[in-house]
């Protein structure tokens, strides 16, 4: 716990901080205050899985920004191939 006091007359405020908390109060009155960075309770542990029966919004290849993912864009993302085939009779 960390605590400031701030001192001006008549008024004296006290600022603490507990549980990723912060406290002022002023004699007989208090405000808490969550920190942003504050996390809640830890959910359910889930299956940190994917598989087949994963299911997705998500269509085609995955990129990622290093903080969300999305769908790469052919062309653009990466590179795609043409694959033409020519039927052609050699005559030797």
């Known amino acids: 716990m960390s605590q400031i006091i701030i001192q001006e007359n ?3 405020l006290i600022l603490s901080e507990v549980n990723n908390q912060l ?3 002023e004699q007989n009155t208090s405000i808490v205050l969550q920190s942003v960075g504050a996390q809640g309770p ?3 542990a889930g ?4 598989d087949n029966t994963t ?3 998500f269509t085609g290849i995955l990129k990622g920004n290093g903080a969300t993912i999305t769908t790469a864009t ?3 993302d990466y590179a795609t191939v043409t694959l033409t085939i ?6 030797g």
Request: no cysteine.
């Open 23 to 25: 406290i002022i109060q």
């Open 55 to 57: 299911t997705t919004t």
């Open 42 to 44: 830890q959910g359910p």
């Open 86 to 91: 020519v039927n052609a009779l050699i005559f």
């Open 10 to 12: 008549p008024t004296t």
């Open 74 to 76: 052919p062309d653009v």
């Open 47 to 50: 299956p940190n899985v994917i």
